[in-house]
């Protein structure tokens, strides 16, 4: 339970951010797009390393490409740590992180 709170938490945190307008100029969009591609396929790669060998689920991708920037960011930050943190608690967290925002979003 706490865990979920804690996700939602951080969503609604990060969502705030997003609501505030931005002051980028329209060549910053473009850069945007290619920053979220990046961000995906990070994420795939990490999801794909986490399965041990097993093919990502279709529904899974498709579900990773309907998220938000935002959320992208977020999921993509904590892939960051994932790789980083190698195979301790922490990469362990943030991996149930990760499949908790994925599904519940």
Do not use: Y
């Not at 945190?13 to 505030?20: F, T």
Request: net charge positive; charged share 15%.
């Amino acid at each position: 339970m706490a865990v979920v709170l804690f996700v939602a938490s951080v969503i609604s945190s990060s969502s705030l951010a997003v609501a505030a307008p931005s002051s980028r100029p329209a060549s910053g969009l473009a850069l945007a797009g290619t920053n979220r591609q990046a961000n995906i396929f990070k994420i795939l790669v990490v999801l794909e390393n986490k399965v041990d060998g097993h093919t990502l689920p279709e529904k899974a991708r498709e579900k990773i490409f309907t998220l938000g920037d935002a959320q992208i960011r977020l999921i993509a930050s904590l892939c960051d740590r994932i790789v980083g943190a190698g195979d301790t608690a922490g990469a362990n967290i943030a991996f149930l992180l990760v499949t908790a925002l994925i599904i519940f979003s």
